[in-house]
């Protein structure tokens, strides 16, 4: 190593405070070089990568996110916001989505809404984040809110929900197309006396999966005859509303469940409390293919709503979204599939 080359290393020290233009006379290149090297998709030769690597491991520098944010108008985040931060379905969507954002280059900022919290109330704290756009499941966006994020120039998504006014980007599982197959399979299999049990009544994906199965019921000159509701997604409540059917004279040989969670304690309260034959008597039918549903324990049979289909097609959304804030509003629907197990019986 020549004096010279001592002299400058010797004149830099890792420190926490060194700035891209230290690194950039360290390496021996110019800031703007630097400044490709921490941006996604710039261009830069792995020769120069390479020695500003060195220089920023020499100097212990760290980029300052929030100044190149406030430099570039893009923080690089985008809001997540989930209601049902428990429940397995979400928990596996949260999971994929912080995947494929940082695919992208971005990094998720989680928002987990209470039960008991509004998401007026909540909203207004993310933007307050200056996130480059919005993802929000489990949720309903209304038109306040929607304009308000218009205002800020943020794009949404709505994954798995639709608001009435149809000015918000969605994605969503066809639920009601997963309510009809669940239709047919009960009454190819011959059963004659059967019931729903709703989640939250007012999410339009326990709507369209009740609307798909009464229709379809309708169809084929047949009726719903019992309807139950959890009031959520939860499985202590599915095991109470099962309980529930249970209390009737006659009560029902088939019965379709919002979500899984519904179904496997509607399964445990029949198999296990009142000793009820899955599926030689009963049959039972969920939503959403959640891991736990193909345990030996449960075997269940449900719509598997397809989620890294989901999940791809949502970020592929909102990434046109940031880039052409002008593009049309989208709407994708992407088909489910029957998961046929153990727990419903088969075409007679």
């Not at 909203?123 to 200056?130: D, E, K, N, S």
């Not at 639709?162 to 599982?173: E, L, P, R």
């Amino acid at each position: 190593m020549s004096a010279r080359k001592r002299r400058i290393l010797s004149s830099f020290k890792s420190s926490p405070d060194a700035s891209q233009i230290d690194v950039a006379r360290l390496a021996g290149v110019s800031q703007a070089a630097v400044s490709r090297v921490f941006t996604n998709g710039r261009s830069v030769s792995e020769d120069t990568r390479t020695k500003v690597m060195a220089a920023v491991e020499q100097l212990g520098y760290r980029p300052n996110v929030i100044a190149r944010s406030l430099v570039q108008n893009s923080t690089n985040i985008i809001g997540l916001v989930v209601k049902r931060f428990t429940n397995p379905f979400y928990a596996q969507m949260i999971q994929d989505f912080t995947r494929a954002l940082q695919e992208q280059g971005y990094w998720a900022l989680v928002l987990n809404i209470a039960e008991n919290q509004e998401l007026e109330d909540s909203l207004p704290m993310v933007l307050q984040y200056q996130v480059d756009g919005l993802i929000i499941t489990s949720a309903t966006l209304s038109s306040r809110l929607a304009e308000e994020c218009a205002r800020s120039g943020t794009p949404v998504v709505l994954f798995n929900r639709y608001a009435s006014d149809a000015s918000t980007h969605v994605v969503k599982c066809d639920n009601t197309e997963g309510g009809r197959i669940v239709a047919d399979t009960f009454l190819d299999a011959g059963h004659k006396r059967l019931a729903f049990i709703a989640g939250e009544e007012s999410s339009s994906t326990n709507r369209d999966r009740e609307t798909g199965f009464v229709d379809r019921l309708k169809e084929r000159g047949h009726n719903l005859a019992f309807r139950e509701s959890a009031g959520d997604y939860s499985y202590e409540l599915g095991y109470a509303a099962a309980q529930r059917l249970f209390q009737l004279d006659a009560p029902p040989d088939a019965i379709f469940c919002a979500n899984d969670l519904i179904a496997m304690g509607a399964m445990d309260l029949a198999r296990l409390k009142l000793n009820i034959k899955v599926p030689d008597e009963l049959s039972i039918i969920g939503f959403d293919d959640i891991p736990s549903a193909a345990w030996p324990s449960y075997d269940l049979t449900t719509i598997r709503q397809p989620f890294g289909k989901l999940v791809d097609a949502t970020i592929q959304v909102l990434m046109n979204a940031i880039n052409n804030p002008e593009c049309e509003v989208t709407e994708l629907i992407v088909p489910p599939t029957l998961i046929w197990r153990n727990s419903s019986r088969r075409k007679e």
